[in-house]
Structures are given as C-alpha cells and as structure tokens.
C-alpha cells in the first residue's frame, strides 16, 4: 500500500447506527486531517492531529469523534448522524512543521450517505 | 474573514487547447497557495504551488501565476489532454490551515 488510503470507499448508514471511517498513511507523515466535502462547497476542515495529538477541532458536531492512535492511523466515529452529514469525507497527512510550506496528500474518500 | 473563490465553476476546453483556471482571495497577507486536482471518485492531488515572493512558477505543462495585487492566482494548462478533466481547487495557506475554494470543474472535449 502507498499513500493514503480510506476504508471503507462507501458507507451507507441509518440515524441511529454507529460505524467508523478508517485511514491509513504510509508516508511517514506526523499530521493527519479530516475534512469533509459536500456538493457545491469548499473542502471544509473538522480535525487537525499533529504528532498524535489534536490541535484543531472546528466546531464539529459531537456525533463525529476522531481518534488518532498513533502517527499511521486515524479514525473518525460517527454516530447518530443527520442526513445533512451525508458527504465525500477526506483524509489527508502531511509532514509538520516544513518551514511555513508544506503539502497535504489526501485519501481517496469515503463516500457517506445517511439514510 | 479568509476565503478562496473561483470565477467559473465549469471551464470546457478542446483537446490540445491551453486551459485557464482562475481563483481569487481575499486575505493578502497569505504567503502561500497550492493548486489540486481531484478526478472523478479520488481525493484531491497536489500539482503545484506557489510562494508568495514569486509571481510565476512552471511545472510540467502547468504554470501558475500569483497577482498579489488584485489577490488573484490562475492555473494553465498547456495542450490540454483528456486526462486533465477533473475539478481544480486553489488552496491558500491561511492561519495554519489550508482554506480551499469550491472547484471549477475542466471538462474536455476532442
């Protein structure tokens, strides 16, 4: 495996299921990202790790809750999610801090759809 | 606040034809700005990016140029081929994230 990879590529899940979004970098990064694309909108960031720890949460709903057990892997916890929250959602590493530069390597993305 | 747009959400070009995409932001004191391309069912990849002490950079078949005094950055193509069709982002390095616009997407014609 190289890059970014997600699991699973398509999720279709009920209001009142739980399941979670899997992704797996095998760069050697130390960031890892969450964000969340829907139709229309810009790439919308919700969680920032660096070095395992969380350094940005951008007022995500509760019902999503990362985890980030070491520098390869991360998780996203979805629970009790709205139709709304229906959406690409991305994961993505990069290598912090690189001066003032650096880019981000993104997943393919798992395809959500809330019923 | 910071924000990233586009002029044009849809650019259709024919093969062999230079494409230009076009992207706007407000915040000009952003030191940095990265061009994506996201195909059809993948995540966004990198193609080039641009610091803001320059005003042009090359790549391969890819020039961006940076105006930072109308706070505009562009994307050409040159001999636009098929496999360009895809959605482009502009990403403009903000307070320590990435801020992207919403895409226009480059269709491609024979």
């Known amino acids: 495996e190289t890059g970014v990879t997600q699991t699973p590529r398509h999720l279709v899940m009920g209001m009142t299921n739980k399941k979670s979004l899997k992704c797996e970098q095998h760069?050697?990064?130390?960031?890892m990202y969450w964000y969340k694309q829907s139709a229309k909108k810009p790439l919308e960031l919700m969680f920032v790790?660096?070095?395992?720890?969380?350094?940005e949460n951008n007022s995500v709903p509760s019902r999503f809750s990362p985890e980030c057990p070491n520098s390869s892997h991360l998780f996203l916890h979805l629970h009790t999610l709205q139709p709304e929250d229906s959406a690409l959602y991305l994961c993505?590493?990069?290598?912090?801090?690189?001066?003032?530069?650096?880019?981000?390597?993104f997943g393919p993305g798992t395809r959500l759809t809330v019923t | 606040g910071e924000s990233v747009g586009l002029h044009l959400p849809t650019l259709s070009v024919q093969e062999g034809d230079n494409s230009i995409i076009n992207c706007a932001y407000s915040n000009s004191a952003s030191d940095y700005f990265i061009w994506y391309k996201q195909e059809s069912g993948k995540g966004p990849q990198f193609i080039i990016d641009?610091?803001?002490?320059?005003d042009k950079r090359q790549g391969q078949r890819v020039t961006v140029l940076l105006n930072k005094t109308v706070k505009h950055l562009s994307l050409q193509i040159a001999a636009t081929q098929p496999g360009d069709s895809a959605v482009y982002f502009c990403a403009e390095r903000g307070t320590d994230k990435l801020i992207f616009g919403t895409g226009t997407r480059l269709q491609v014609f024979p």
């Open positions: 641009i610091r803001s002490n320059m």
């Open positions: 760069l050697g990064h130390n960031a």
């Open positions: 993505a590493s990069s290598q912090e801090p690189t001066s003032r530069v650096y880019e981000q390597y």
């Open positions: 790790y660096s070095l395992e720890e969380r350094v």
